[in-house]
């Protein structure tokens, strides 16, 4: 096995658990590969992979938080890759361990005692850049103070008009985050849709929609609005944004006996 570590430096400050996770590799013989974000790091010193994958490593280990994973996902996807997220963050919905023993997350990575699961992506142009999301595309507002009227379509019917900060289009995997807290249902990872989420809308009747994972999703504003993938700004702003099924499908590795509505419970605050 060749792993490819990922690691988020404003997680892991000083790169204390990353030094330790390679140090368990090498015990473990198990060989690594780190990614040119880490390029900078004296520290760690191991082959290089970028971005397009090369050299290809076997399997992305994300070090960070639920940020980190997403950001893995961007170029691990495209690659089919899947990735191991391990959690130095604050919520780690996506991850499969946590960071208290580099060890024992060596340990699971070698006996291979996890499973992987298959996430719906969403996709889209902005101004000629296609983008490739696994939670959610955000429509928003470029003023502050302001709102802007979207009207959304799918598959060119309109499904409403809305006074608002923005408009969502989340999948299951994103149900649990932008979308949660806009008001939007938590939908299990298994099921096959796009979740549609006003954002602050001035409208008391204004609800989520739940549309076919193959719908076309098309969102314009009375303005130029800003694109939000998965938490990073897109270049550039348009009127109208056009959301479908990505061709990508994220690869995600769940431990053994996970159980989403466990960890909705246990992370979201249930009893």
């Not at 050299?55 to 950001?71: C, M, N």
């Not at 270049?235 to 959301?243: A, Q």
């Amino acid at each position: 096995m060749l792993a490819g570590i990922y690691v988020n430096k404003e997680r892991d400050v000083g790169l204390g658990f990353t030094e330790k996770f390679i140090e368990s590799l090498k015990r473990e013989k198990i060989d690594y590969i780190v990614h040119d974000s880490l390029k900078a790091e004296k520290a760690v010193k191991a082959d290089r992979f970028g971005d397009d994958c090369k050299p290809r490593p076997d399997i992305i280990v994300a070090l960070g938080g639920d940020g980190t994973i997403l950001s893995a996902v961007s170029f691990a996807a495209p690659a089919r890759l899947p990735v191991f997220g391990i959690n130095l963050g604050a919520m780690g919905f996506l991850s499969a361990m946590t960071a208290e023993d580099p060890d024992k997350c060596v340990a699971v990575l070698k006996n291979g005692d996890y499973t992987v699961s298959e996430r719906t992506m969403l996709s889209t142009d902005v101004c000629g850049t296609k983008y490739h999301a696994l939670n959610e595309i955000v429509f928003y507002k470029r003023n502050i103070g302001k709102t802007v009227t979207v009207s959304v379509k799918v598959d060119g019917s309109e499904i409403g008009s809305y006074k608002a900060d923005g408009f969502i289009v989340s999948t299951p995997t994103g149900s649990t985050g932008y979308a949660l807290s806009s008001g939007g249902p938590v939908v299990s990872p298994d099921v096959e849709c796009k979740l549609l989420v006003p954002i602050c809308c001035h409208n008391l009747l204004a609800r989520p929609v739940i549309a076919d994972v193959n719908s076309v999703v098309t969102v314009s504003g009375n303005e130029k609005c800003c694109v939000i993938v998965d938490g990073k700004v897109a270049d550039g702003e348009v009127n109208t944004l056009k959301i479908v099924r990505s061709e990508f499908k994220a690869k995600l590795v769940d431990p053994l006996g996970f159980d989403f509505y466990e960890r909705i419970k246990r992370k979201l605050g249930g009893k």
